[in-house]
């Protein structure tokens, strides 16, 4: 009965191929061994399950050297107060330079008390563009209201200044001025 749920699972988890489900085991001498790595490997990284399993250099080397720090400084840390993981990575991208993925997983301890992480990676490549091009907008729109000449004030539901550029706050200081002087 378990053996026919963990086949079930591993159907399902084979069948959605936009993600990678996987279970990671960090052994007792702290070396990381891929327990699980679902289809969806093939189509994000191009390249099979079984090579993940036999050896998950496969993956790892085609992980930005940089990235590969930051993901292993993360699994050291979410490791040593047993929480779960969120990391993102990037790998060298086609049209694009990077290709960005987020790898999430949710820590166990298993029978022998080895720590068990099971995840999905998903790739956010889309989400980092946007997010970019949302900083640069408001750079650009921040410039904009910054270098006007005209006094710009934005205010709030309740009423409360929340930004003035700097014609603006010249325009307040002149006008507390000249109330103070009449």
Not at 6 to 22: G, T
Not at 65 to 82: G, H, L, P, W, Y
Not at 121 to 138: A, C, F, G, H, P
């Amino acid at each position: 009965r378990v053996d026919a749920s963990l086949s079930r699972m591993s159907v399902l988890a084979d069948n959605i191929r936009d993600a990678v489900i996987f279970s990671l085991t960090i052994t007792h001498d702290k070396n990381l061994v891929v327990e699980y790595i679902s289809a969806g490997v093939e189509t994000l990284f191009g390249i099979t399950p079984e090579q993940v399993l036999t050896d998950y250099e496969h993956l790892w080397s085609n992980i930005i050297e940089e990235d590969q720090f930051n993901i292993m400084r993360e699994i050291a840390s979410a490791t040593k107060v047993v929480r779960p993981l969120n990391v993102d990575f990037r790998m060298p991208g086609h049209s694009t330079d990077y290709r960005w993925f987020n790898a999430r997983a949710f820590v166990r301890h298993d029978k022998s008390g080895k720590l068990v992480w099971d995840g999905v990676i998903q790739e956010v490549t889309v989400t980092k563009s946007l997010e970019q091009r949302l900083r640069d907008s408001e750079a650009t729109l921040h410039n904009i209201f910054q270098s006007m000449i005209s006094g710009v004030v934005v205010v709030n539901q309740k009423g409360e200044i929340t930004y003035a550029n700097p014609s603006e706050v010249n325009n307040i200081a002149l006008e507390r001025e000249r109330i103070h002087t009449v």
